[in-house]
């Protein structure tokens, strides 16, 4: 299996419910990263990761709380979420952090909240 | 002024013809440019990338840099229906509160009609 594979690739949830998103790269990359998708918005940074360390929190709120236990892994959980998070989410990885690199992304996960 | 700006179209052109792709960015001192194309429910997929004034070719694609005018452009010659798609025009930007930080514009809807 090669690129960046992002499951589940749907999710539907409540607004009181928890779930975890979860990404893995088969790319030997560094750095990994979540992106919002929105209808009719630019692709919007949430979290960098850089070997395992989070170097980037987009202002997002406390709802979504990313881990990444390797290189290679990255989740983001969620709890409590609204409405408007209802997005495609998307993960990318790149060689490093470096963001001069060209980032690769997975499918995203469309995720729905009820 | 939104950092990194593309007309969301949809640019609509009959197939064989050259579509041209544009983007403008507000950090003069930004460095790195890339293009990426994603379908419908799909991944963004990258196309090009270009970090040097003047034009880069690969294949039917032609990414163009004018940093002085701030802006970047792609070039699709010989268009063919599975070019429709969006294309995201993405950009390092340099300085403020973005710094090194990968800034995607909203996307331009492409459709090439038989």
């Known amino acids: 299996e090669t690129g960046v594979t992002q499951t589940p690739r749907h999710l539907v949830m409540g607004m009181t419910n928890k779930k975890s998103l979860k990404c893995e790269q088969h790319?030997?990359?560094?750095?990994m990263y979540w992106y919002k998708q929105s209808a009719k918005k630019p692709l919007e940074l949430m979290f960098v990761?850089?070997?395992?360390?989070?170097?980037e929190n987009n202002s997002v709120p406390s709802r979504f709380s990313p881990e990444c236990p390797n290189s290679s892994h990255l989740f983001l959980h969620l709890h409590t979420l609204q409405p408007e998070d209802s997005a495609l989410y998307l993960c990318?990885?790149?060689?490093?952090?470096?963001?001069?690199?060209?980032?690769?992304f997975g499918d995203g996960t469309r995720l729905s909240i009820l | 002024q939104k950092e990194v700006e593309q007309n969301s179209g949809p640019l609509s052109v009959p197939e064989g013809a050259i579509a041209s792709l544009n983007c403008t960015y507000s950090?003069?001192?930004?460095?790195?440019f890339f293009w990426y194309r994603q379908y419908s429910g799909k991944s963004p997929e990258l196309i090009m990338s270009i970090y040097s004034n003047g034009d880069k070719e690969d294949g039917r694609f032609t990414a163009q840099l004018n940093k002085a005018s701030q802006y970047v452009s792609l070039l699709i010659r010989d268009s063919q229906p599975s070019d429709s798609a969006t294309y995201l025009c993405?950009?390092?930007?340099?300085?403020?509160?973005?710094?090194?930080?990968?800034?995607f514009g909203q996307g331009t809807i492409l459709t090439v009609h038989p």
């Open positions: 993405a950009v390092t930007l340099a300085g403020g509160t973005s710094y090194g930080k990968l800034t």
């Open positions: 790319l030997g990359h560094n750095a």
């Open positions: 950090d003069r001192g930004s460095q790195s």
């Open positions: 990318a990885s790149s060689p490093t952090g470096d963001s001069n690199q060209p980032q690769h």
């Open positions: 990761y850089n070997f395992k360390e989070q170097t």
